[in-house]
């Protein structure tokens, strides 16, 4: 992928991802129809994804691929966690003061 991601579009970020599943399935030493059958996505679908000419794949799929190809822990770095708010320190804090007094 590019090195400025927002350079690219959703088009050409969706065709990279394809290529680099293919990259993943055949370093797993699958075939297209191996990893339909164990996915359950099509092997027409995964072809196409591969290929650049279906970018719409649909996050049900994808995630059905990368479960196949046991790279599911991956979907952490998409969305990672996001720590406590600063924000919601001080209000727990804050109820925590409250409930103290409340008990005094």
Do not use: H, W
């Not at 400025?4 to 993943?24: F, H, M, Q």
Request: aromatic fraction near 6%.
């Amino acid at each position: 992928m590019k090195e400025d991601i927002y350079a690219s579009s959703n088009y050409e970020l969706a065709t990279a991802l394809g290529a680099r599943l293919r990259d993943y399935r055949k370093r797993s030493g699958f075939t297209r129809k191996a990893l339909a059958e164990r996915s359950g996505v099509s092997e027409f679908t995964i072809g196409a994804f591969e290929r650049g000419e279906n970018p719409g794949l649909s996050l049900q799929s994808l995630l059905a691929l990368m479960r196949a190809l046991e790279v599911l822990e991956q979907t952490e770095a998409l969305l990672p966690a996001l720590p406590v708010s600063p924000q919601e320190i001080f209000e727990r804090e804050q109820s925590k003061r409250k409930k103290r007094k409340q008990q005094q």
